[in-house]
């Protein structure tokens, strides 16, 4: 059942808190639903740190996200304000630890047009649009540079990925980077079909380069991919990193670097996590392969 991950996921990372805040869900969505008529309440599956519902109100359909971190809620509602009229679904109410959310109808994800890597091109569409934004808060927000910090640390991987790792953020840092507002996590899962166009959810409020929107599409979805032998996902990076680069106008060697900065991070992330590290690993080598 899809509730076991969260509820697993929850106790890892809050351990008492995350599962008094697991077991009060039910109660919370009640409060919610009755607060403001919210009618044929169906909650999604695979679900892993938050709780998300569909629904109706005033026969809209609207989507009802439940988020455990108060600093999460804050930057995604941040996010989706300024994003609202670039591509990210509306913010229809910010509640104390929930979001009311329009609903995207059909509201498949783009994982469903990686054939003939059509996701490609729709990727670069959604980046650009949402890249166009210039009027934003700074200060609503925080900046890649704190999610790099972790590489100061010392981790439990080869020690030549955590060198090369800090000489490329360095890199970066010296060359006066664009900064635009990211959305942070643009993997195909996060980006939905609203009609005819396609609009993004789950927004995550860092400001930074550009590239590291590209990064997480690039690796993803991990639950199709995690399986493929390394010949497969090589051919595949190389070709994403190719034709993104060309539509937005990019390096490919910084697209390059970037990716591989980002797959070190996710395996950080896993290893607080608890999670496993095997994918993550597996692409750290064919990105670093790609470099050398
Ligand atoms: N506005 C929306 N319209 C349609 N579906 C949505 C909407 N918001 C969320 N969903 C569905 O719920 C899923 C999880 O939502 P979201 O991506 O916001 O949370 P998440 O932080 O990724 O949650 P988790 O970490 O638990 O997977 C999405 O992958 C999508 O299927
Ligand atoms: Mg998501």
Request: hydrophobic share 35%.
């Amino acid at each position: 059942m899809s509730f076991d991950t969260l509820y697993k996921n929850m106790i890892t990372l809050y351990e008492e808190e995350g599962k008094k805040w697991c077991d009060e869900l039910p109660e919370k969505v009640d409060h919610i639903v009755k607060h403001f008529g919210i009618t044929e309440t169906l909650p999604y599956e695979n679900l892993s740190y938050n709780y998300v519902v569909s629904g109706l109100m005033n026969n809209h359909p609207i989507v009802i996200k439940i988020i455990y971190d108060k600093k999460n809620l804050h930057y995604e509602s941040k996010s989706l304000s300024a994003f609202k009229h670039v591509g990210s679904v509306n913010l229809l109410y910010r509640g104390d630890g929930f979001l009311l959310l329009e609903k995207s109808i059909p509201g498949s994800s783009l994982a469903t047009m990686i054939d003939n890597d059509e996701d490609i091109l729709l990727l670069s569409h959604v980046i650009h649009q949402l890249h166009t934004l210039r009027d934003y808060k700074r200060s609503d927000f925080r900046n890649l540079q704190d999610l790099f910090s972790v590489f100061d640390q010392e981790w439990n991987f080869p020690n030549d990925y955590l060198h090369k790792v800090r000489l490329i953020r360095n890199y970066f840092n010296n060359q006066n980077q664009q900064q635009v507002l990211l959305h942070g996590d643009l993997h195909h899962d996060n980006i939905l079909k609203h009609g005819n166009n396609w609009k993004v959810i789950d927004p995550k409020g860092i400001i930074g380069n550009p590239l590291y929107d590209a990064t997480s599409f690039i690796l993803n979805p991990i639950r199709l991919l995690k399986n493929k032998e390394e010949e497969y996902l090589s051919k595949l990076f190389a070709r994403r990193i190719k034709k993104i680069s060309e539509l937005q106008g990019w390096s490919e060697q910084n697209l390059t670097a970037y990716s591989f900065m980002y797959t070190i991070l996710s395996w950080i992330w896993a290893l607080q996590d608890g999670t496993d590290i095997e994918y993550q690993q597996k692409c750290a080598n064919i990105l670093d392969s790609f470099m050398t």
